[in-house]
């Protein structure tokens, strides 16, 4: 059974693997094999991917994903009709 410290080191390595991290604030906390990822990222694909790639890590118990996604200040939101 990995240790907490082996699961970290898995999640640093995996997420080395995604250029686009580089610039993001992410927080990771191993308690129990128990993965906690805490900050902000560019885009909800990029949350997404986090997500699936983090799902392959051997020996975590569960993953408790509170990552938000920064939305383009480009995209603004429309007025519902009446």
């Known amino acids: 059974m990995p240790t907490d410290e082996q699961v970290l ?3 640093v390595t995996a997420f080395e693997r995604i ?3 580089r610039s993001s604030r992410l927080y990771v906390d191993v308690q129990s094999r128990i993965v906690t990822i805490r ?3 560019q885009s909800i694909a990029l949350r997404e991917q986090i997500e699936r790639m983090l ?3 051997v020996g975590m118990r569960a993953l408790v994903l509170e990552v938000s996604a920064s939305v383009s200040s480009t995209v603004r939101a429309s007025p519902l009709p009446a």
């Open 39 to 41: 900050g902000r990222v």
């Open 19 to 21: 250029p686009e991290l």
């Open 55 to 57: 799902r392959d890590i």
């Open 9 to 11: 080191e898995e999640v």
